[in-house]
């Protein structure tokens, strides 16, 4: 309830906010008064705004693209629902979800285990930088049956020589099924500031990530839901659902996490202005508590296995990390791309950090050396690569390598045929190798991992084709008892991925499509799996109002997707319960005047009326038919 009072808070002030400005700016051109902005400028319905990925660690030069400001994707207002995204989950936005497309990329660094939330909790990787003329705002509110609700701002301003960034996320969902809310709230800040001489500079950002799961284990008996007749629909209506039996009825998870990251710089120059280079430090500072409680406990998932307690869970971990990374590099963190048809970039450095766990107590500090470089020659090749080796802690001996190139064939058509492969020799993540809690307990060393990736691509405007081969050696994961095993045998993972977006005057088309195959069993994905949206856009009402309906298609083949152990946070292979070969349809209107836009949007249309089998992960059945509504706002000042 807290949590309910904070986020209606914030958003009334947030709109009572631009409610206001609206309204000044309304009535300036009403009375005859243009309201003009810091760009000496009549406040438009756009100005140019463009966001480039936030500078981490391992910096390149900034690549900034302009905001899309169409319609094509406002009613894919949760990130599961993107046409890219191809991710099982729990049933509803804003919970648990893995990626059926497989994946691996790992970063240089200690990993104490990976939230299975890559969509809604941000690391610095996700942050963007803007650039902009005076002042940016973006809000985005939506109501779902039965109960759901979703809400993001952002806010972007440019003062002289610095610009600021405030972007706030939030969702509330009571859940179809019995015990299935959830609250998540994402704050994440950037402040960027550089000396008008561009001699010293800084970029800082903050995150916060919270989140309140209801957890229910999935249903007891999920064929009492999926084995109905496809003639009573009477349940496929979401009130109608919680009278099936679920794991848990007590069981709740609650997840903090700050993140922290400040990057320091200094071109170094002499007094001619000729450039010797930038020398930078970059502090980061991550700290993470995770909260897993249960009562009344359910043997059928815990099996009898009790460490501590045999009535009560309350499996309470804390972690923190430090770091600090001293690097030299050719270029600025805030440089962006070069149009030169020869350049050599290198930049090199070391990182120390030190990483603390309450449970098990660990008490680690490791030192990485690392090293990256990326060569233009004759204006058509491109070359780069990057090393990383690791001494002291956990992470002794980890090493990680990177190597590609990209040929233009066509800059004008962005057309591109590129080739890359990676190795890296490291540990898995502490969580798989030292863990104790009520119901699971291990403590082991494993042999290093060795993954091999290589993948090839050719693109041509946004159209993509590529082709991936992973080689897992020694590949460390969860089984079907909840427990870490480690593969002997090596295992080939192969992969076709095509992405074709197609733009006209009033259609838009965006097709995902991946074809895959593991060789073994434990390493399962699905054979095929794509989303497709098409969509037709028009003006109406003399050209002043944008009009756009939209269908979104998903479907993947019959496999044996991973299973979800709430009380680890993590998703473990299975090959008891199959999953897929179940079609979504979602259909959407949407409509634009001038810097607003709303939505109508329907899911999962076909639900009942064929079968019940809308599931993608074991136990956890998706919505059933489903419809919401939402605004969306823009400002420019």
Known sequence: MRYKSVTYIIIALILTFLSGRVQAQTEGESGGQRHIDTAMAISPDYLPTQTAQFPTINFNPLIYKPIDTSIVHIAEYDPLLRTENMYQSLGINGQAHKNMVFELNHQMGFTWMTLPYPLYFKKMSDLKIY????????????????????????????????????????????????????????????????????????????????????????????????ERDSRDTSQVITKDLGSFAVMFSNA??????????????????????????????????????????DYNLNDAFYVNRYYINTDTTNDSLRFYSIANTLQWS???????????????????????????????????????????????????????????????????????????????????????????????????????????GNNNCWDTTWRKQNIFRASAYWTIFDY????????LGRYVFLNSEYEPMQLEKMTQ??????????????????????????????????????KLSALYTTLIFKKKLRFQVGVDIWYNTQYYADGYNPILHQFYSQQYSSV???LYVNAHLAIRVKRTSFFVRGGNLLAGLFSFHYIT???????????EVGVNWKFYD
Not at 190 to 218: D, W
Not at 255 to 269: F, G
Not at 393 to 421: C, M, S, V
Not at 494 to 519: E, N, Y
Request: one cysteine or more.
């Open 464 to 471: 993509k084709v590529g082709i991936n081969f992973y080689n």
């Open 617 to 627: 992960t074991p136990n956890y059945p998706m919505q059933g038919r489903n419809f």
């Open 330 to 436: 050719n270029y600025s963190p805030v440089d962006t791309i070069s149009g030169q048809p020869y350049f050599f970039r290198f930049a090199g450095g070391l990182r120390h950090e030190y990483a603390n766990l309450n449970v098990p107590r660990l008490s680690d500090n490791s030192l990485t050396l690392f090293a990256r470089t990326t060569i233009r020659l004759f204006k058509v090749w491109e070359i780069y690569g990057n090393i990383s080796y690791s001494l002291f802690g956990y992470t002794q001996n980890d090493a990680l390598a990177r190597a590609g190139f990209r040929f233009t064939i066509n800059p004008k058509h962005r057309n591109y045929l590129g080739f890359e492969a990676s190795f890296g020799r490291y540990a898995p993540d502490y969580l798989l190798s030292h863990y104790f």
């Open 131 to 226: 650039d902009l003329e005076t002042s940016y705002t973006n809000i985005d509110f939506t109501y779902g049956v039965m109960t759901e609700y979703t809400f993001r701002a952002t806010h972007a301003q440019k003062v002289r020589q610095a610009d600021f960034t405030v972007d706030l996320d939030g969702a509330s969902n009571k859940g179809y099924f019995l015990h299935q809310e959830l609250n998540r709230l994402t704050l994440n800040a950037t402040a960027r500031y550089e000396t008008p001489k561009k001699i010293y500079g800084f970029v800082f950002a903050y995150i916060f990530n919270h989140a309140i799961f209801s957890e229910n284990g999935g249903l007891e008996h999920c064929d009492d839901f999926t």
């Open 580 to 582: 897929g070969n179940y």
């Open 252 to 293: 709740k998870t609650h997840i903090n996490t700050h993140s922290a990251q400040l990057l320091n710089y200094v071109n170094i120059k002499d007094k001619q202005g000729h450039y010797f280079g930038t020398f930078s430090h970059t502090f980061d500072f991550h700290h993470q508590i995770n909260q897993f409680t």
């Open 493 to 530: 993972v192969l992969q076709l991925r095509i992405s074709v977006p197609v733009r006209t005057k009033h259609f838009a088309i965006d097709a995902d499509l991946a074809v895959q195959h593991s060789t073994q069993k434990f390493v399962t994905v699905p054979l095929f799996a794509g």
